[in-house]
């Protein structure tokens, strides 16, 4: 695999995010050499040979209705831990450059203006920086903010029934769905961060396979849902039975007070509660909490309780804590998706990139929830042989 | 696979102690209907059709030194909550009959008597069990305390000098030892539930290869382990570095009293310790407490605390805390081998029985210690397909 | 004081609650030497000689709507290991005594009977228990389940208006302030448990004074409020700042039920959170969540995370974990107010009880939370010099 | 009180460690307006009006066997997020100026120099210190690391003893010890932060109390210990039996380093291990251990677990961690200290300063550990009105 010539685009939906930022910063000062790419998937051991394309070489742009420069976030960021004072200021003009392809995200005028405004000029935008990069590859990853769940709409369901909406100027799809089939629409992937509803929509999901279009999603898994999708298996290969498990979450940040609404926390609870009983196979007990703390900033502390019963009925429990950087979770997970989601465009992937379910708490195309079991499927999915 | 003709014998080293007077009072209360083999790892949706057999048709006996009546270990364990207390009366003839079948075991005046003497009395009693019960098949179980470590002895490594010191009427076997050789020689499998040395000893293991017997082990994996079986793999796969790892456990009852003793829980130790390094592929600074605390009688209390670094060299933690049972957390497990176990003979697997690692802190012959892939190693290899 | 010869009543409002079944269980086993005192603060040699009537001594009564006789409620509580097991035989015709004189609580039938007819019926009940059990004090106890907060009402804040209420045939009170003004018109102590309003009403004040009954509340600290009352003022005393100070509850029971009803849950919550504001002096983030988790049955564990500051600013954290049974905490707790509150009746103490502050989350009378400081009181309170 | 006018000298035996240059720092950088004095006990509202010595105006010196400059200390201290970065160049001026006022602490040489060498040096330093900066008051507090107890000594009891040896030119005290005597020789306060023997040696405390010094002691409690000074009194009020209270702390930095050796962990033990004894007047089983885990730099967490019984027996538990900074938690109760300690020099106390309790684990001169009535203890001692 010849990968050092192909130029590689990442447009990143909430650019000016901690997430996104600490995505960028990461790359840049990787390819600066003021950093190591420790701390992803992709840089591991299993995947040497794999012809992934550097971190180094990604090419960011992407959508934001914040207008802050990255300079300041990255700096905001590094007040908070998130990522390293001292390598920013040889990185100030790269975070300059990428700051000028980062383009106004969808806001409440956009869609005032004309149905498919915004579809039209976020299409645009990427076209405009595919165009501008000379890029091989576009990968749109969203990670803005939680959305709160689109009012059902037949157009959701049905692909025929979308393009008729489309061709009439209606475009009754959240934003999260105008991004990815703005994507779609020039030949990119799309990849989905965050719980919002986007290509979990049936009718997106089938014009992305009628296109030859791939995606990956759904909510990355960083932290309670990640330490549930090792247990949750633990618990069932060793024949407890779970008897109820709740889970609080404290953060603050931008993600904490979005998930202090609860509308948009509906999401977030949603692909957080599936593992559970899918994994466990039958119902459980378990209440759930995201409290927004706004002292905690870019820190998040989890704790879960497990309460279980074992041979003969025996009442037992378990309880975590963890405290984790939400951002620097996710950051290093972005990048890894997507070297690997170029792979799938390499590939020709049509449809959910179902060998990526390693990544989300809500895994598209598949119902396996165990961890190990998505990471040996991700590297066999991975390895040269299969290129 | 017709089973139900077969007769298997279960001889358990330590019969009176608390995970071996659990496993049987469990055995039998399911055998009366009073219980249901929930809680069991066999007994699962993956392992049916396997045939396996029953856990109600198990037939026990054992040593130990201690001569306290089942029926009031059984009644001790029961004010602790570790077996239900009412189906006890219902099964209080079955305690009285395996009773009778526990055999004195090995104790310092044995030893002193003569060296072999012990062995031979060992290899008596189990001959004279599997006789009386006209046994098909019979699996020794070592779930005595803990094992102070052998003094080195070339015995010990090389087969040829292990039988000529045997010929010359010496034994330089630990207790552990012992028994195992005991169970080869009578040609029983033997499963080594302890951190103790027995079948880790490399002239034991010889003879079983060449005897064609088979043996598993070592140290069943029920608690503060069984979660560093899911936790490391998971920092490993998501290109986490742990930075320390430091685990305290808190343990009444015999086995904390045993292991307040350190030349004793140095076994327990090295058992605990492979893990992580194994897993991890880097040395991590590791240190493990285990703490005698009579008052929490046959309960313990495990508190790990991981730091680890994350992308750009973001610090982040977890905690977690355990509150088990050991004894309701290992019967279950000393019966899935028994039944496992009997498939390997009925195989006629030589050596260890690779697939069982899914149980033991120290699989012998595989350094897998990821959990799920123990797991489905298992399942696959218990398949009836395989039969 | 010669304290042999009084006779010293008990009415438990929710008498066949776990609380005070709880409650009467462990003082008939202390009367028939099967039990002793300990886990009663009053039962330490800080209230020797203080001529407290002896716990063996409370003849028991009350109301509850529920009907399960006091014999099964106590065997339900022994197989969740709230009181134990093995004393109950011998209590039962105690028991079965004490069910005779719990009458039927304040229910819907009640209220649609007329507006002062629940009244009327209480004040009849209690006035029947004082003379049937020739009692020279009696304590009325509030350990029902948790009361929604009733609407505003005039003749809540007016003793005048409650009064002409009361005289009009009309009853503008909710169940709680029903039987503390039942309590009061029979010359009753009255001491509230729960978080209900009862003795929060003015009006209800403003009798107790005029007609010098006593009373006592509200809401006992039995745990994370407890914790809460030795922790805040650490960070008080130490100057650290507390940023935030989230928790979480989880509860099974009939109380974990009640709790799962919002409208319930406001008045629990109200009690919580005044301490931390009234004891650091400032307010502060304080998520509070209690959810109902059935498994956990009697059982309660509660978790909070404090992040606070220290000098120059710098970040830290403190958890705690508590796992405590309910009744078997609050209990005790009831049985030292009755004796505590009798010392009140004798000292014709008028209104609130300052000096018991100690035992409870929103101590009338005084904003005083910080326990050591609660106890002391209490102590000098009852010395025998003060007698 | 008239105190602007006074000038008060702070010498900090370890005057580079990581305690004392916090302290330095903090001090530094409240005199120049860039921190406020927010976490000190003393900046607290009962605290106005005591006429305590400004900690603006404190004047630094110090021993230390180690030579790093404190801007150095200072540096590496930011890099931890002990101390802010921002102001650090702001007060590099006064950090250097200090440096020159630190001289070189007793090391082996010294001792080898001949048996007195170090107490005439130390003496020599600190009259030094007091002429050449006009001191009113002189503080010596000892932050060092932990020492080994000594070998026990006639002279270490008895004051007639120890003068006599020293007029014989020997020396027969531990580093602490010598550094208290030289601080009582120069007429100035000496205050042992640590759990190194100094004043507990009687000797020391009667030359004290003979010649009209002060002292207090013995090691800041800061953090797990801080904690059980709380919760003990609370187990102890409420009647729950403590059965068992097992601790873990994990730390790194030189302190941690320093207790990873049993010699000189054993003085931390014992002086953590007095409070709860001596608070619950009852024998508990209390393992606890000190782990050096190097990758918690300054940073510590403690994990205590408490098993305790309450009313008819009921088993119970709870759980703590406790993640703090311990030199910003120590920092400014040395500040407090200082100015605390002035106090008691301007009112002329002899012996051990009992009011100043609050401070420390082995409050020397009084056995009261709960930290409420410690706390108001000193609030009273040190009002105005007692001035």
Redesign the interface.
């Known amino acids: 695999v010849e990968t050092s010539s192909e130029r590689v685009g990442v447009w990143l939906i909430g650019a000016r995010g901690s997430v996104a930022t600490?995505a960028m910063?990461?790359a840049r000062?990787v390819a600066h050499g003021l950093?190591t790419a420790?701390?992803?998937?992709t840089?591991?051991r299993d995947f040497a040979g794999t012809g992934l394309p550097p971190v180094a070489d990604l090419v960011f742009g992407g959508h934001d209705v914040a207008e802050i420069p990255l300079v300041k976030r990255a700096d905001a960021l590094a007040g908070e831990?998130?990522?390293?004072a001292h390598g920013l200021a040889a990185i100030g003009d790269d975070l300059e450059a990428i700051d000028r392809r980062i383009r106004p995200g969808i806001d409440v005028s956009d869609r005032a203006a004309g149905a498919t405004t915004s579809l039209d000029r976020v299409r645009a935008d990427l076209e405009r920086f595919r165009a501008e990069e000379q890029l091989d590859h576009l990968v749109v990853v969203n990670v803005s903010s939680v959305e709160a769940a689109p009012a059902p709409h037949p157009a959701h369901t049905d692909l025929v029934a979308l393009e008729a909406a489309l061709a009439a100027g209606d475009c009754p799809l959240p934003n999260s769905g105008i991004y990815a089939l703005a994507a779609f629409l020039v030949d990119a992937a799309f990849v989905d961060f965050t719980p919002s509803t986007a290509t979990r929509l049936p009718a997106l999901g089938a014009l992305a396979v009628r296109e030859g279009r791939c995606y990956a999603g759904r909510d990355g898994k960083t932290g309670e849902t990640?330490?549930r999708s090792?247990?949750a298996?633990?618990f069932?290969?060793?024949?407890?039975?779970v008897?109820?498990w709740?889970g609080?979450n404290?953060l603050g940040g931008g993600d904490g007070r979005s998930l202090a609404e609860p509308e948009r926390s509906a999401g977030k609870m949603a692909t957080k509660g599936g593992i559970l009983a899918e994994t466990l196979g039958y119902p459980v007990?378990a209440?759930l909490?995201i409290?927004?703390?706004?002292?905690?900033g870019e820190w998040k502390?989890a704790?879960d309780?497990v309460?279980f019963?074992?041979?003969?009925?025996?009442?037992?429990?378990?309880?975590?804590?963890?405290?984790?950087?939400d951002s620097?979770?996710a950051?290093?997970l972005v990048l890894d998706l997507c070297r690997l989601t170029t792979l799938a465009l390499r590939r020709g992937v049509r449809g959910p990139i179902e060998d990526l379910g390693?990544f989300f708490k809500d895994p598209l195309g598949t119902p396996e929830h165990?961890?190990?079991?998505q990471?040996?499927r991700l590297v066999a999915w991975a390895a040269p042989a299969r290129a």
């Open positions: 600490t910063v990461g000062l950093a420790d701390g992803m998937v840089s591991g831990r998130v990522v390293p990640l330490l090792v247990l298996p633990m069932a290969q060793r024949g407890l039975t008897r109820s709740a609080t404290l007990d209440p909490h409290d927004f703390v706004a002292d905690m502390t704790w309780h309460s019963t074992g041979f003969l009925g025996t009442a037992m429990a378990m309880q975590f804590t963890w405290q984790g950087c620097a979770l950051a290093p390693f165990a961890l190990t079991r990471y040996d």
